[in-house]
């Protein structure tokens, strides 16, 4: 008898341990389904990022992706190509998407798109608030003043400066020198007009400015490279 | 008739005992962990971090430089790894010197002497050869310099971001919670050892179930702490932290993950508790068994 009495209570040792499981389990989401609810939107903005892990490219900085490109042609291949209408394309954080020239100084410099202290290291940041070159509004672009900006101070009212870009070229003239501190943002800011505004630190021995120096430059060309059949056409 | 109302009984105590092994758990974790100044230092060993903080400093230096045109050899020849490094341990020291309210306000400072002395001969040096004019204009540079440099150093160092922790009010409730600490462990080990003493007077009279009890709540607890953990870090669930700069991104998920994993090794041993509890029952019944 003792013996069949311990085999009926095998079964219900199981399912005592299967049932405490389940029981604390759904208590346990009882409990927490309140504070959950509470922190879930901090959660999930704490710990949303998908982006790359850091990489070579990226100086060790996560999700930023830094691409170079010397493919753009520094100089026009032939008027037939070109047109005043045409499609610009949007880069991406990190592009290189430009170069930016200035004859008359000896200036020619890659642009990327956006600014961090890692793209400055290696050209100048177009900021991504500004409008992609070839389309209406203000491009901004800065620089270094102890890099490639140092000789930006001696451009002069009247002077061309040329965009060069994958999908076009685009020439300015500079028409205003200015100067004013960084907290002042009337010169960064999207305008109506098509302007290049190019800025910089002001050079200063021993130490850092508060004030910059730039050049607005006023559109003076728009010429966009034509697809092979549409050029042909 | 009796055998149904003590069976819920037992239910009852034992799922009481696994919220109240969770309860201990967790708070020991909080104890021995979470709020521990050695958790922090091996976080700062394993992820590297003074590595880390050196080279956001020599990148800080170096595009300073660009708009300063004071060179980085200026600022690293004398700030090294040993400095970053006893700057790291300092912050976290001080952190708990508040936090178990040795301190009544944090206070976390470094000695820049040998940087300050750097940057003045650069200065100097630089004034002499360009025959640069030392008057008030020279000395706010001056001042301003070192200013902006122990700033930036300060906040570098301060991987965990105590400071802000701190100006935000945050470390002020933790010292609370850690002022509690104590108290809260020591009620979670006093009810788990009530309730389990429950269990056995229950039990009294068919002792051979007391393992069973006790194992089933032990493995319960391990159970229901170990899922999660599990899952976090299967998914790799911290990895998506928003602040991407590879310093505070290494503290806070280096910080995250030891304590998953340190809670997760806690729950595998409550778990082979409850099996050595239930192996222990199953010999129990086959040695009566075998006696009978």
């Keep these: 008898m003792a013996k069949s009495k311990q085999k009926n209570h095998a079964p219900v040792f199981i399912l005592t341990a299967v049932f405490m499981l389940v029981l604390s389990a759904a208590v346990s989401a009882g409990v927490l389904m309140i504070p959950y609810e509470r922190f879930r939107t901090y959660l999930h903005i704490a710990f949303m990022n998908q982006m790359p892990a850091p990489s070579e490219q990226s100086n060790g900085v996560t999700g930023l992706v830094i691409t170079e490109n010397d493919q753009i042609p520094t100089e026009q291949t032939g008027q037939g190509t070109l047109s005043e209408e045409g499609n610009i394309i949007r880069p991406s954080f990190g592009d290189q998407y430009a170069v930016l020239s200035c004859e008359k100084i000896g200036l020619s410099v890659p642009v990327y798109w956006g600014s961090s202290p890692e793209l400055l290291e290696r050209g100048a940041c177009q900021t991504t608030s500004s409008v992609v070159i070839g389309e209406t509004g203000n491009v901004v672009i800065d620089a270094h003043v102890n890099t490639f900006f140092s000789d930006l101070n001696q451009i002069q009212v009247g002077d061309e400066v040329v965009l060069y870009t994958e999908y076009g070229i685009f020439t300015y003239q500079a028409k205003e020198l200015v100067t004013f501190e960084n907290t002042e943002k009337k010169y960064v800011l999207p305008s109506v007009e098509d302007k290049l505004t190019l800025y910089t630190c002001q050079a200063q021995v021993l130490g850092t400015s508060t004030t910059r120096v730039g050049v607005i430059c006023d559109m003076v060309s728009r010429k966009f490279y034509q697809a092979g059949e549409e050029a042909q056409r | ?292």
């Design chain 2, 1 to 292: 008739m009796k055998r149904i109302p003590h069976y819920f009984l037992n239910v009852l105590f034992t799922l009481f005992l696994v919220f109240s092994l969770i309860c201990t758990e967790m708070t020991l974790l909080m104890q021995r962990s979470a709020l521990n100044v050695n958790m922090f230092h091996v976080v700062v060993q394993q992820e590297g971090l003074t590595d880390k903080a050196y080279d956001k400093l020599e990148t800080y230096f170096k595009t300073r430089a660009n708009s300063t045109g004071i060179p980085e050899a200026v600022f690293l020849r004398v700030v090294d790894k040993e400095m970053i490094y006893n700057g790291i341990m300092e912050s976290v020291t001080q952190s708990f010197e508040y936090l178990n309210g040795n301190t009544s306000e944090y206070q976390f400072t470094m000695d820049f002497t040998e940087m300050e002395q750097s940057v003045t001969e650069f200065f100097e040096e630089y004034a002499d050869v360009n025959g640069y004019q030392k008057d008030d204009i020279y000395q706010e540079k001056l001042t301003a310099v070192i200013e902006e440099s122990e700033k930036e150093i300060l906040f570098v160092v301060d991987n965990f971001k105590f400071t802000m922790l701190y100006e935000k009010g945050w470390l002020a409730k933790l010292r609370q919670v850690v002022g509690y600490l104590n108290v809260a462990v020591t009620v979670c080990l006093a009810v788990t050892i009530v309730l389990a003493v429950i269990i056995v007077f229950l039990n009294k009279k068919k002792m051979i179930n007391i393992p069973y009890w006790l194992g089933l709540s032990a493995f319960t607890a391990g159970v229901l702490v170990s899922v999660p953990c599990f899952w976090v870090t299967h998914t790799n669930y911290f990895s998506g932290f928003v602040v991407t700069d590879p310093q505070i991104f290494s503290a806070v998920v280096g910080y995250l993950n030891l304590l998953v994993n340190r809670a997760f090794v806690m729950a595998v041993v409550t778990i082979c508790i409850g099996i050595v509890g239930f192996g222990g029952f199953g010999a129990l019944c086959l040695f009566q068994r075998t006696e009978e």
